[in-house]
């Protein structure tokens, strides 16, 4: 099993799960086999419609309000198909008709940010789609409505330890989406984009909705979802900073402003100006209660504020340490919600896996006996076979726990792997490899890379490193090195890569401590983050 192979299975156990137990309502999924039809029956689709009066009711009250600037008052289904045609009124319908039992799980306070941040992302998609890229914005709307539905979905799945961990994000101002892939190895929009594929809504919408939000990429991107994938990634920032008061993501919303509609600070001003109204009518549309503290103006105001004193003060740290900014943005969660979260996740795949894995009957995982010479092999049931020269590693490990031990100190090993679906070439490889010691070297740590046969497999000793530190530097590791492996994507020079990380952590090394039981356990650690779609795995040897 490859490591591409294994760090999608988290994801696809997730999607799976979401995909048995949430369907649309029947309403929806009839309207979606109406308009399917080229020659779409439009008095079929009003019959079906009507079953449902609530939802009637809602649409023509959206129809009627602000966003649509109608000219005049729609009262009926007749008119608002007349007027609007049939894809709007078919995307209003699929934005409305989310699964009763996939909000169950919330609770108040969680489903007050999910709509306060929703239906300002909508909104922004709406505006932006249509005042500043000239476009039809119907599609733009229906998909800020839904891409959050796999925090629904992993609220329902997860409980507790989730929802703790959501709260924690929010609260930390941090970055949902890049948190999310530190601590699941996935963001809930691929989750909200596989959902949406099983509910056979629009391919360019699921795909816009799945494409990763990379402005340099985004910004070239092609293809019918291209258009909308841009709005929808500056709406999102949008809300980031009006909805959910995360300053920092301001500069990223000027940086996409300037690369994809060539905006300047003034106009994207003026069009979150204009939001606040609008998104007020959509929640009385929706009958939401999201009451605010501070109006969009502010909240703008605010944040250029904080923007201004952060570029002031980073300029300030950089002449006094001569050092590149790096990692401002970066928010890391306390170490007991991941942990807990981590824990969640694995109750839960092992829950959902059981019967898999007593079909297949892995066999315990043990380090190989000696092969060829001074060569050994450790393995691990998901395909982690590495080949190193036992001596010299051993020598190194031994040296190590003697040193730790001799110190009252704890020892920890680190294990990273890359790979990619189809595998990497001799020469893509090189360029991992050499990718990977750069961005080691950059974390200026003073614990060089242990040497490996294996160019995918990168170890690393860790003195006086605790569990919890160690798993906090692999989660840095990891964050800088996607970044480095997404840049070499963009250019061509990569294809896309997973990667994964395990920690094995003895705290002051008993005498008779075997030394390889630090390596294996790492390598048993990094299997099960490949597992689990690249979240860092950990153990702690007694």
């Not at 595998?423 to 490899?433: F, K, M, N, R």
């Not at 242990?450 to 964050?479: F, I, K, M």
């Not at 800088?480 to 070499?488: E, G, N, P, S």
Request: contains cysteine; aromatic residues 4%.
């Amino acid at each position: 099993m490859t490591a591409a192979t294994t760090s999608s299975s988290q994801l696809d156990e997730f999607a799976a799960r979401a995909g048995a137990l949430y369907s649309l309502p029947a309403v929806a999924v009839e309207v979606l086999a109406l308009t399917d039809n080229p020659n779409v029956d439009v008095r079929a689709l009003k019959e079906c419609i009507q079953q449902d009066p609530a939802l009637t009711v809602k649409l023509l009250r959206v129809v009627n309000s602000s966003l649509f600037g109608l000219s005049r008052e729609v009262g009926d289904l007749n008119q608002a198909l007349a007027l609007l045609g049939v894809k709007p009124l078919k995307l209003l319908v699929l934005g409305f008709s989310l699964p009763e039992d996939l909000l169950a799980a919330a609770s108040r306070d969680q489903l007050a940010w999910y709509w306060r941040h929703t239906l300002a992302r909508a909104v922004a998609a709406r505006e932006i789609a249509e005042q500043v890229a000239h476009q039809s914005g119907d599609e733009a709307f229906l998909a800020g409505l839904l891409q959050d539905i796999g925090v629904l979905a992993l609220l329902g799945q997860l409980g507790q330890p989730y929802a703790a961990f959501l709260r924690d994000a929010i609260a930390e101002k941090a970055c949902v989406h890049h948190v999310q892939v530190d601590a699941l190895g996935f963001d809930h929009t691929e989750l909200s984009a596989r959902l949406l594929d099983d509910w056979n809504m629009p391919e360019s919408l699921v795909r816009a909705i799945a494409e990763p939000r990379r402005t340099r990429r985004l910004a070239t991107l092609a293809g019918p979802h291209a258009a909308t994938a841009r709005t929808l990634h500056m709406a999102e920032l949008t809300a980031q900073v009006v909805a959910d008061r995360r300053f920092a993501a301001l500069a990223d919303l000027l940086e996409t402003g300037r690369a994809y509609y060539g905006m300047d600070r003034a106009q994207i001003d003026e069009l979150i100006g204009s939001l606040e109204p609008k998104v007020a009518q959509l929640a009385d549309v929706l009958s939401l209660n999201l009451p605010g503290e501070q109006s969009y103006g502010d909240i703008l105001a605010e944040a250029h504020r904080q923007l201004v004193a952060l570029a002031e003060t980073t300029a300030v740290e950089m002449a006094a340490t001569d050092r590149a900014p790096g990692g401002a943005n970066h928010v890391a969660l306390p170490p007991q919600t991941t942990q807990a979260l981590g824990d969640a996740v694995e109750q839960y795949l092992a829950r959902h896996e059981a019967a898999a894995r007593a079909i297949h009957d892995d066999a315990p995982t043990t380090a190989e006996p000696h092969s060829v010479g001074r060569a050994r092999s450790c393995s691990t049931r998901d395909g982690v076979n590495l080949l190193f020269d036992a001596e010299q590693l051993v020598t190194r490990i031994t040296l190590a726990v003697g040193a730790c031990r001799a110190e009252r100190q704890a020892l920890s090993m680190l294990a990273i792997a890359v790979d990619a679906h189809d595998g990497l070439s001799d020469e893509e490889q090189q360029l991992v490899h050499s990718t990977v010691k750069r961005v080691w070297r950059s974390l200026e740590m003073g614990h060089p890379l242990l040497p490996t046969d294996d160019p995918a497999v990168h170890l690393a000793l860790l003195a006086g490193y605790e569990r919890q530190d160690s798993v906090r530097l692999a989660g840095e590791a990891l964050g800088d090195l996607r970044d480095a492996l997404q840049t070499l994507g963009a250019a061509g020079r990569l294809p896309e890569c997973r990667t994964a990380a395990g920690v094995a952590t003895v705290t002051t090394p008993a005498r008779n401590f075997p030394p390889l039981n630090l390596l294996e356990t790492a390598l048993r650690c990094l299997a099960a983050s490949q597992r689990s779609g690249g979240a860092t795995k950990s153990l702690e040897i007694s």
